[in-house]
């Protein structure tokens, strides 16, 4: 059973079923799929690969996954998708499904690989992950003219630590000027967006420097809209906690819808059959925008 936000205001019953993945040919100018070490050894989605930035020799990819017909004069949503794993660890492939429907909707998905933190180092903050996210949605939004995305809708999606490091992206400036390439809409999974220490995850590895990463503590009237999507057995994140969030952006006067899902803990999303509806929701939310047009679903 899920129980609705009232700030939701309809929930198709029907789930769109995923298409098999298409390799797409690798182009010279584009990195190959080799893995790289960071924390830890990764895997690596399927499809084109492009180097976003490099870091003392070593390449950083974002792994693109494309609609069949990107040709102009048509511009294109994008998403912009972060792995979770607490800043240690993860997969860039943790959202291929939700990239595969996305692409059958003529939705540019990108999935980003980015620098992990030590296991053994409790307190050091996410600050590399951040420095990579925003290099990242700067590469996207800067390269848009060559993949023919839509410049005006760009979002950011995560799951736990994925989803704190789109939060970032979309809420917390940099040295206290707007950052410039801010997503239009985020799309949430179990994040860990409050990192304060009334009920906030992470408090260990930020500190007293809580207010520099923890969105929760920098809800502005600027923010994008946002879909929050929670299970009610989650052990990171209670419940109030995001509840709290919801109630903080309404009264900046920004949009954020809260999906909460009975029974379900931390990580829920990647199960079926939620993995289905979290995708729809986010079908949803982004058509309720007027990103994707609206669908006709054969009962």
């Given at each position: 059973m899920i129980k609705h936000s009232p700030f939701i205001t309809s929930w198709s019953c029907c789930i769109f079923a995923a298409a098999f993945f298409s390799l797409l040919t690798l182009q010279?100018?584009?990195?190959?799929?080799?893995?790289?070490?960071?924390?830890?050894?990764?895997?690596?989605?399927?499809?084109?690969a492009v180097v976003y930035k490099t870091v003392d020799g070593k390449n950083l990819n974002l792994y693109i996954t494309k609609p069949d017909?990107?040709?102009?004069?048509?511009?294109h949503p994008a998403i912009l998708y972060i792995h979770g794993g607490a800043w240690i660890g993860g997969s860039p492939d943790q959202f291929v499904s939700h990239a595969e429907h996305f692409r059958t909707r003529g939705v540019i998905s990108f999935h980003l690989q980015y620098r992990l933190l030590s296991k053994?180092?409790?307190n050091v903050p996410p600050e590399i992950c951040i420095e990579d996210a925003r290099d990242a949605i700067t590469w996207i939004f800067t390269h848009a003219d060559e993949y023919h995305i839509d410049t005006q809708k760009i979002a950011a999606g995560g799951g736990s630590a994925g989803g704190h490091l789109a939060a970032v992206l979309g809420m917390i400036d940099v040295n206290a000027q707007p950052f410039p390439y801010k997503p239009h809409a985020l799309l949430l999974f179990n994040p860990v967006y409050d990192n304060g220490?009334?009920?906030?995850?992470?408090?260990?590895?930020?500190?007293?420097?809580?207010?520099?990463?923890?969105?929760?503590?920098?809800?502005?009237?600027?923010?994008?809209?946002?879909?929050?999507?929670?299970?009610?057995?989650?052990k990171l994140v209670a419940i109030p906690v995001a509840q709290r969030f919801?109630?903080?952006?309404?009264?900046?006067?920004?949009?954020?819808?809260?999906?909460?899902?009975?029974?379900?803990?931390?990580?829920?999303?990647?199960?079926?059959?939620?993995?289905?509806?979290?995708i729809?929701?986010?079908?949803?939310?982004l058509t309720s925008l007027g990103w994707l047009p609206p669908v006709t679903i054969a009962p």
């Open positions: 010279p100018a584009f990195a190959q799929n080799t893995k790289i070490k960071t924390a830890e050894t990764t895997e690596l989605p399927p499809g084109e017909d990107t040709s102009p004069p048509s511009l053994n180092e409790k220490p009334d009920g906030g995850w992470g408090t260990a590895r930020v500190g007293q420097r809580y207010p520099e990463f923890s969105p929760a503590h920098n809800i502005s009237s600027d923010d994008p809209p946002t879909l929050v999507q929670f299970g009610d057995h989650d919801q109630e903080k952006m309404k009264d900046a006067g920004v949009r954020s819808d809260l999906i909460i899902y009975e029974d379900q803990g931390h990580g829920f999303f990647n199960k079926p059959p939620y993995d289905l509806q979290v729809q929701a986010s079908d949803d939310f």
